[in-house]
């Protein structure tokens, strides 16, 4: 099974720049994250790296908000214009974050955040993504869930 796995991500890594090597990010980009993913605060990419800041709300149980600060750095990749009339093409993500919790069960706990999502590019700058992420603390249970997120981008 672990071998497949290591097969596959073999596999991808191949085919990644014949399939969506013809599309490329800008060299550099500014966003604002307005909700949730990666959070609301900013975020600075420079080719396919990025660093995020902000502030993450997520609800692990209905009615109940969970309150996060949050930092992390990320990885872009799989990249492909959907839209011909979209400047920067859309992407998958990958996220490796630092979470300092504010409320509830998770307050001053240290947590780590692993995220994987897709961000499709809508109109100029203006995006949405969708992905998932799993967060884990010491002395709390680990959550798995949803991350919506809306951002605009400045690109250079």
């Given amino acids: ?50 660093i995020h800041g902000g502030y993450y709300l997520t609800s692990f149980d209905p009615g109940i908000t969970t309150e996060f600060y949050k930092v992390g750095i990320g990885y872009w990749f799989f990249l492909a214009k959907l839209n011909a009339s979209v400047e920067q093409p859309s992407s998958f993500y990958i996220y490796l974050s630092y979470g300092k919790g504010v409320n509830l069960e998770y307050k001053n706990k240290d947590t780590i955040m692993y ?41 250079f």
Avoid: C
């Fill in 1 to 50: 099974m672990k071998l497949d796995l290591w097969f596959l991500i073999f596999i991808i890594v191949l085919i990644q720049h014949p399939i969506f090597g013809n599309t490329k990010l800008s060299k550099e980009e500014y966003s604002v994250n307005f909700f949730r993913a990666p959070s609301i605060g900013g975020e600075y990419r420079k080719d396919q790296f990025s």
């Fill in 115 to 155: 995220e994987l999502g897709y961000r499709l590019m809508l109109w100029k700058g203006l995006s949405f993504r969708f992905g998932i992420i799993l967060l884990t603390a010491n002395g709390a249970p680990s959550e798995l869930n949803p991350t919506p997120g809306i951002s605009y981008s400045i690109f």
